[in-house]
């Protein structure tokens, strides 16, 4: 579930490259970075995604819908199905 988190908190992180400041992608992905287990693997998170954002801009569409996750997304339901998809990291489709 962890490396799940990071991957998804990476993902976020990809879009979410605004240079200069935080946008609701990059402040989602730091929102995912806060429910690391410990504050080795946040740090980690939180290096991770300030890479990708100098790497990658998001579209205004996916930055909207960041901006719609991050009100919801909250680490004590983040095991959950319904935790994942309030913060946008539910699989399509697939088995949460």
């Known amino acids: 579930m962890r490396r799940f988190l990071l991957a998804t ?7 979410s490259g605004l ?13 995912l970075c806060d429910c690391s287990i ?6 980690i998170c939180l ?3 300030s890479r990708e954002e100098s790497r ?11 901006e719609t996750k991050l009100a919801g997304c909250d680490c004590k339901k983040i095991e959950t199905a319904e935790g ?13």
């Open 9 to 15: 908190a990476l993902l976020c992180a990809t879009l």
């Open 56 to 66: 990658v801009e998001p579209t205004p569409e996916q930055e909207a819908v960041c």
């Open 47 to 49: 290096q991770n995604a």
């Open 19 to 31: 240079a200069g400041c935080k946008g609701p992608c990059r402040e989602l992905s730091e929102k």
């Open 38 to 43: 410990n504050s080795v693997e946040k740090e």
């Open 84 to 96: 994942k998809r309030e913060c946008g990291i539910a699989r399509e489709g697939g088995i949460d």
